[in-house]
C-alpha cells in the first residue's frame, strides 16, 4: 500500500506503507477531490469501441428551479444502475440532458428577472431564457457532479440546442408525412394563466372549495307545448360565468320526472338567450337538480353535446379567462370576478334559489395549478385515439420494474379522449417548421436539409404555394410542447437523422438504440413515457427501450409530498451539509423501487456508521496481512473456505438482485454479512489466527474477501471504495471501471460454518453478560450443534481451552411460564368474562388442547393468545441458544 494519494505510474502494485490507513476517514476531505478527479480523468467515459455495452435512457430535468430531493433520490437510483453495468460490462452510455424549452424555462426566466414575457420581443426574451437556463444549468451540473453521479458528461445535451431542435422539427415532418399530425380549429385544453394550449396530460386533478348554485330558468316551451306562465326548473351549478356561453339545456332519457321537459325550451337568465332542452344519457341524475346546461365550454361533457347534437358555438372566455363581448355588463372581468357579479344579480332578480359550500375535484395546468378552461382555438395534433390499443401493444413488450407499473401505463393510454395537442403559444420554444398560404390555407412545409429553422426568421423553401400558386405566405408563429421534443431523447443520444444520399433516416450510433434501459418517476410515466413510445415507435417500428425503472416520490416523515406551500420541504445542500453522500446513497438505496417513501435522517445515520465499520474493517485487513496479496493455497483452511463460499453466494445473490434492480434488498443483504458475519465474526477468528504469525490461507481469504467487499459496495458508495482501492490496492485504475466480482467456486460445509458463527456470536455476547474481556479465557464449552470442522475456528476465536461437540440436543425443561392474550379479539368475543380468564390464567387453572386454550369454561382458538415458554438446562454449566445450537459454558 501506499500512503500517498496518486498511484504510480510505472508499476500496477507497491508495498503496503503501514500508515495508509492511520486516521479516522474524513469524508468531507476525500470525496470532494474523487468527484474532481473522476470529471478530470474522464473516469466514466463511454467507449464507442467496447465489445458490450449498456444504454441509459436518462430524463432530463426541467430548467425550472434548484436541484431538490427528488432529483438526489432519482439520480442516485440511475446511478446504482450505470455503476454495476460499468463493472459488469464493457461500457456504459449514461448521458445528461437539459429539458430547457417551453413553459417551465419560460416561467423561471420571469420569476428570476421578474419581468413578463409578452413585454419583449420574441428574439429578445428567447435569449434572456437561453442565458438564465444556462446559469441554472451551470449550477445543476456542480450539484449532480457532487452526487457522485457517474455521468459521461461529453454527453450532454440541451433539448433548445440547434441539433435537438433539428430531430425535433424532422420528427414533426416525418409525422406529417405519415398522416399522423393534422391542424385543426377545435375545443381545446387551455391554461388562463400560461395562455396557451395544453395536453390532456398536462393536467391534474385539484380539490376546490366553492359554491353550488341553484338557478331557476323560465320553461318556454315543454315537449307537449307551451309552458305555464311562470314556470321554472332549477340547474345546479358551480360555474355561473358560463350562462352567456349556454346553448342546451339536458336532461337524462330515465328522468321520468323531466320527462315532459325535452323537446321544449327554456331562457337563460340574465343573458336571456332560449336554448333548447335535449335529452341525453350522459347526464348525472345524482348530481344537483338531474338537468344540466351545456356551455360552450365548460367541461369535456360540453364539449362532446356539441359535437354530437351539432350546437352552435358562444364564446365566452377568451385566452386569458376574460369575460368576452358575449358577456354583456360583464365584459372585461375575470371569469372570478364575472362569477360574485353574476351571483350576485341573479339574487336580486329571484333567479338564485340557493347558494351552499360545496366540494369538487377541478383540472388544473399541471405547471402553475390554475384552473384549465375549453377554448376553440386553432392546433397542431398527433393523432392517438385510433392506435391505443397498439402502444398498449407496444408497452408489453417492455421489461417492467416493478411490474405494477405497467398497469398505470395501460391505464393512461385506456383514458385517453384527445389526440396529443403539440402547439403551444409560447415564446421559448422550438418553432413548428411550417408556413401558411395566405389565400388557400394550406401548409408549407420545411425542408429537411433547411432544418432547424425558424420560420418568424427564415424564408419558406418556395416562392410560391404548391397548392394553388399564391406567393403570400404567412410563418407559423406557435412552438413546440416541450414533451414533443423530450420525448424524442432516445433518438437525439442515438444520432437520428436523415440522410439524403440514401434518402432514409439513419442513427449516428445505431448500437445505443433501442436502448436498455429508462429510468424515471412514475409522476410521469403518461407524459415522457408514453410519448416517447409514441414518438419512437411511430419513426422506427421499434420500442425505444427494453426495460423501465419506475422510482417512487421523496415524503417529508409523515409521508406527506413535500411541497413549499407546506413548508415541509428539505433541500439537498442542508442534508450534505451535515451528512457525507456516501451516506445519503445509502439511504437512497433503503426503498424498492416505485415506492413513495418518507425521509429519515436515522437512516443516514445509519449510512454514516457502515462507513465508518468499512473504513475500521479495512484499516485492520490492512494490519493483519501482507503487502502483496498471497498466491492462494492447495488447501484453504474449513473456515476459510467457508466464509469465501458464503462471500460466493453473496455475489451471486446481490449480482441478482441488481439485474432486477432490487437495490434495497442488494444492499441489506450485503451490509448484513460484511457487518455481521465478515467484521464481527469471521474478523475476530482471523484476529487469533495471525496472532502467532502468518498464516496464509487466512491472508489470502481476508484480502479476496476485503476487494470483493469493496466492489460490492462500489455502486452504494462510490468515494470510501475508491479512497480504499487506491490506499490498499494502490492500482491504476478506479476501482468502478474493475470486473464486478464473480463465484469463485469455492465449496464447503455452509450449514455447519453458519452454526460455528452462531456459537461465536453466543460465546461473545456470554463475556458480554458477564463482564468479561472478548480475550478471556473460558475452560470447557459444550455446543450440541452441528459444527464439524469448525472446532478450532471456534476455540481459537473465544479461547476455548476445550471444545466439545454433540450432535444429540443436552437435557432441556420446557415448561409454560405465561398466557399472551390478544384483547383486541378476546375482549369482543367474550365481553365482561375477561376478567374471569385472566384470573383463571393467573391462578394457573387453564388447559392448552393443540391450537385450543381452554380457560373458565371457554375456548380461545389459537390467534386468541400465544404461549410464553421457558427453557430450563438441568446440567451443569450455564446455557445459552442460538437459532441452530445449544451453547453451555462450563
Known amino acids: 500500500m501506499s500512503d500517498t494519494q496518486d498511484p504510480p505510474q510505472d508499476e500496477s502494485t507497491a508495498d503496503k506503507s503501514e500508515d495508509a490507513l492511520d486516521g479516522e476517514y474524513d469524508p468531507r476531505e476525500v470525496e470532494p477531490e474523487w468527484q474532481d478527479r473522476w470529471v478530470a480523468d474522464e473516469t466514466y467515459a463511454y467507449d464507442e469501441d467496447a465489445d458490450t455495452r449498456f444504454t441509459i435512457d436518462t430524463p432530463p430535468p426541467t430548467v425550472s428551479g434548484n436541484l431538490h430531493m427528488g432529483h438526489l433520490y432519482q439520480f442516485t437510483l440511475q446511478d446504482f444502475v450505470a455503476r454495476f453495468h460499468r463493472m459488469r460490462d464493457d461500457t456504459v452510455y449514461f448521458p445528461f440532458g437539459y429539458d430547457d424549452n417551453g413553459i417551465a424555462s419560460e416561467r423561471l426566466t420571469e420569476r428570476e428577472l421578474d419581468i413578463r414575457h409578452q413585454d419583449y420581443p420574441r428574439r429578445e426574451f428567447q435569449e434572456k431564457c437561453r442565458d438564465v437556463c444556462t446559469q441554472f444549468e451551470d449550477e445543476f451540473t456542480e450539484d449532480v457532479q457532487s452526487l457522485a453521479i457517474s455521468i459521461d458528461w461529453d454527453n450532454t445535451y440541451k433539448t433548445i440546442a440547434p441539433d435537438v431542435q433539428r430531430v425535433s422539427q424532422l ?78 339545456v339536458f336532461v337524462h332519457p330515465d328522468d321520468d320526472e323531466n320527462q315532459h321537459l325535452v323537446g321544449g325550451s327554456a331562457r337563460v337568465p340574465i343573458f336571456e338567450q332560449e336554448v333548447p332542452i335535449i335529452a341525453d344519457e350522459r347526464v348525472d341524475m345524482e348530481t344537483g337538480s338531474g338537468i344540466v346546461m351545456c356551455c360552450t365550454f365548460g367541461d369535456q361533457n360540453d364539449i362532446e353535446w356539441y359535437q354530437a347534437h351539432d350546437l352552435p358555438l358562444r364564446l365566452a372566455i377568451d385566452e386569458s379567462a376574460t369575460m368576452t363581448d358575449l358577456a354583456g355588463d360583464y365584459e372585461g372581468m375575470h371569469t372570478t370576478e364575472a362569477r360574485e357579479a353574476i351571483i350576485e344579480d341573479l339574487d336580486e332578480e329571484g333567479s338564485l334559489l340557493e347558494s351552499r359550500d360545496h366540494d369538487h375535484t377541478v383540472q388544473v395546468h399541471e405547471r402553475c395549478e390554475e384552473e384549465v378552461e375549453y377554448l376553440v382555438t386553432e392546433q397542431w395534433y398527433i393523432e392517438l385515439l385510433d392506435k391505443k390499443e397498439e402502444y398498449i401493444a407496444a408497452g408489453r413488450e417492455m421489461e417492467w420494474y416493478p411490474e405494477k407499473m405497467a398497469t398505470r401505463y395501460e391505464h393512461w393510454i385506456e383514458g385517453l379522449e384527445w389526440d396529443w395537442c403539440i402547439s403551444r403559444q409560447r415564446d421559448s420554444g422550438i418553432p413548428i417548421p411550417v408556413w401558411y398560404c395566405d389565400d388557400c390555407g394550406e401548409p408549407v412545409m420545411a425542408e429537411r436539409e433547411q432544418l432547424p429553422v425558424d420560420p418568424l426568421s427564415d424564408d419558406p423553401p418556395v416562392e410560391a404555394c404548391p397548392h394553388c400558386g399564391h406567393d403570400s405566405l404567412t410563418p407559423e408563429e406557435d412552438v413546440f410542447d416541450t414533451w414533443a421534443t423530450s420525448s424524442l431523447t432516445p433518438l437525439v443520444n442515438a444520432g437520428w437523422d436523415w440522410d439524403a444520399d440514401s434518402e432514409s433516416f439513419t442513427m449516428e450510433l445505431p448500437e445505443l438504440y433501442p436502448f436498455d434501459l429508462r429510468p424515471q418517476g412514475h409522476d410521469i410515466i403518461s407524459f415522457w413515457l408514453f410519448h416517447t413510445v409514441v414518438k419512437c415507435y411511430e419513426h422506427t417500428g421499434e420500442v425505444p427501450f427494453e426495460n423501465v425503472m419506475i422510482n417512487g416520490m421523496v415524503l417529508d416523515e409523515n409521508r406527506e409530498a413535500m411541497s413549499k406551500s407546506k413548508g415541509n420541504v428539505i433541500p439537498p445542500s442542508e442534508v450534505l451539509e451535515k451528512f457525507p453522500v456516501d451516506a445519503t446513497r445509502y439511504w437512497a438505496a433503503g426503498t424498492s423501487i416505485g415506492d413513495d417513501f418518507p425521509y429519515k435522517e436515522g437512516d443516514l445515520e445509519a449510512g454514516e456508521r457502515l462507513l465508518q465499520k468499512l473504513w475500521n474493517a479495512s484499516r485492520l485487513v490492512d494490519q493483519l496481512t501482507p503487502a502483496a496479496q498471497p498466491d492462494e493455497p492447495d488447501d484453504l483452511a474449513a473456515v476459510d473456505e467457508w466464509l469465501l463460499a458464503e462471500l460466493d453466494a453473496t455475489v451471486e445473490s446481490v449480482t441478482a438482485k441488481f439485474e432486477d434492480y432490487e437495490f434495497s434488498k442488494a444492499r441489506n443483504e450485503l451490509r448484513s454479512f460484511f457487518w455481521n458475519t465478515f467484521c464481527d465474526d469471521y474478523l475476530e477468528i482471523a484476529k487469533q489466527r495471525l496472532s502467532d504469525g502468518g498464516d496464509t490461507s487466512t491472508e489470502f481469504t481476508l484480502l479476496q474477501a476485503h476487494r470483493t467487499f469493496l466492489q460490492l459496495f462500489a455502486p452504494f458508495l462510490p468515494h470510501i471504495t475508491e479512497e480504499l482501492w487506491e490506499r490498499c490496492y494502490d492500482e491504476d485504475s478506479s476501482i468502478h471501471t474493475t470486473d464486478w466480482p464473480t463465484a469463485g467456486g469455492y465449496d464447503a460445509d455452509l450449514e455447519a460454518g453458519e452454526t460455528a458463527m452462531e456459537v461465536v456470536s453466543a460465546l461473545r455476547r456470554y463475556k458480554t453478560e458477564n463482564g468479561l474481556p472478548l480475550n478471556a479465557d473460558l475452560d470447557h464449552v459444550e455446543v450440541f450443534g452441528h459444527i464439524a470442522g469448525f472446532e478450532d475456528a471456534v476455540a481459537e476465536a473465544m479461547h476455548v481451552a476445550q471444545l466439545d461437540t454433540y450432535d444429540e440436543t443436552p437435557d432441556i425443561t420446557t415448561e409454560v411460564s405465561g398466557i399472551d392474550l390478544d384483547y383486541s379479539l378476546v375482549g369482543p368475543e367474550f365481553g365482561s368474562e375477561v376478567g374471569a380468564i385472566d384470573a383463571a390464567i393467573e391462578d394457573g387453572d387453564y388447559e392448552i388442547d393443540g391450537d385450543t386454550l381452554r380457560v373458565a369454561g371457554v375456548e380461545l382458538d389459537d390467534e386468541m393468545f400465544a404461549v410464553e415458554e421457558s427453557r430450563t438446562y438441568s446440567g451443569e454449566g450455564e446455557m445459552t441458544e442460538t437459532e441452530s445450537a445449544v451453547v453451555v459454558v462450563r
Open 171 to 248: 420528427s414533426f415532418l416525418d409525422l406529417y408525412e405519415q398522416g399522423r399530425e393534422y391542424r385543426q380549429r377545435a375545443p381545446t385544453i387551455w391554461c388562463p394563466d400560461c395562455e396557451t394550449a395544453i395536453s390532456q396530460v398536462e393536467q391534474e386533478d385539484k380539490d376546490k372549495h366553492t359554491k353550488f348554485n341553484d338557478i331557476a330558468f323560465d320553461l318556454v316551451e315543454t315537449g307537449e307545448g307551451p309552458a305555464d306562465e311562470n314556470a321554472t326548473f332549477t340547474i345546479s351549478t358551480t360555474r355561473p360565468e358560463l350562462l352567456p356561453a349556454c346553448v342546451a
